[in-house]
């Protein structure tokens, strides 16, 4: 399968800083990503839809000032937790949806990062 | 999307068929069924797709009901690494919406 990178794995910052999560793929051209957040002992809960030039859309109850996302190339999401406060503590993890290679198909299936680990202090 | 529905947890026994069940009684005919699982934190891992024909890949088995209300998750073969929570998701647009899922445990 298709190869989607996280950085930082895991990352812990002071409460009112901003914090970047970048989401790569590796090996085909994303052009839709999501961004999920998943609490402890709960699943994921998709936050955001971004397409590849566009603007996010952003899911009910997910503050888009708040949570910046950025998809500017097709490899290639950032998402800014903006003036980040410990309830933002959290693991989020990104997913792609592309091309593979040279096909022109769309290949419908998701890959997902490894996911990035947020505490806020 | 449809609503689907797996019991909270199973256990099986290493080395035996783990069958994982999932309800979704609301599926319409573009709707595909998706299953993911996640192992302890870490980002979810695709498993296999199926529209309404049984597929099988080198991972799972997935066998679909005739009237696509319900499907099946076959790992047959559990090791304990297959020790994860199994998300059953039903797609028909550009989004994958997680349940609950579906915690299983392989024991030796």
């Known amino acids: 399968g298709a190869v989607v990178s996280q950085h930082p794995s895991w990352v812990i910052c002071k409460s009112g800083t901003s914090v970047k999560i970048e989401c790569r793929s590796l090996?085909?051209?994303?052009?839709?990503m999501f961004w999920y957040r998943q609490f402890p002992k709960q699943s994921l809960m998709l936050m955001a839809t971004?397409?590849?030039?566009?603007?996010?859309?952003?899911e009910q109850g997910v503050e888009k000032d708040k949570f910046l996302i950025n998809h500017a190339s097709l490899t290639l999401s950032t998402l800014t937790v903006t003036s980040a406060h410990p309830e933002d503590s959290s693991f989020y993890i990104c997913?792609?949806?592309?091309?593979?290679?040279?096909?022109?198909?769309?290949?419908?299936?998701?890959?997902f990062g490894e996911g990035s680990r947020l505490t806020v202090l | 999307d449809a609503k689907t529905t797996q019991p909270p947890s199973m256990d099986c026994a290493e080395g035996r068929a783990a069958n994982l069940p999932c309800n979704h009684s609301?599926?319409?005919?573009?709707?595909?069924v998706y299953w993911y699982r996640q192992i302890h934190s870490q980002g979810p891992q695709y498993i296999i797709h199926?529209?309404?024909n049984n597929e099988t890949n080198e991972m799972a088995s997935l066998i679909i009901t005739e009237d696509r209300k319900s499907s099946t998750l076959i790992l047959p073969h559990a090791t304990l690494r297959d020790t994860a929570v199994y998300y059953c998701?039903?797609?028909?647009?550009?989004?994958?919406?997680f349940g609950a899922g579906t915690i299983l445990r392989v024991k030796s």
């Open positions: 997913s792609a949806r592309g091309f593979m290679g040279l096909a022109v198909r769309d290949t419908g299936e998701l890959f």
């Open positions: 090996d085909f051209q994303a052009t839709t």
């Open positions: 971004s397409n590849e030039g566009s603007k996010a859309t952003y």
């Open positions: 609301t599926i319409s005919g573009n709707e595909y």
């Open positions: 199926g529209l309404k």
């Open positions: 998701i039903v797609r028909g647009g550009n989004k994958l919406v």
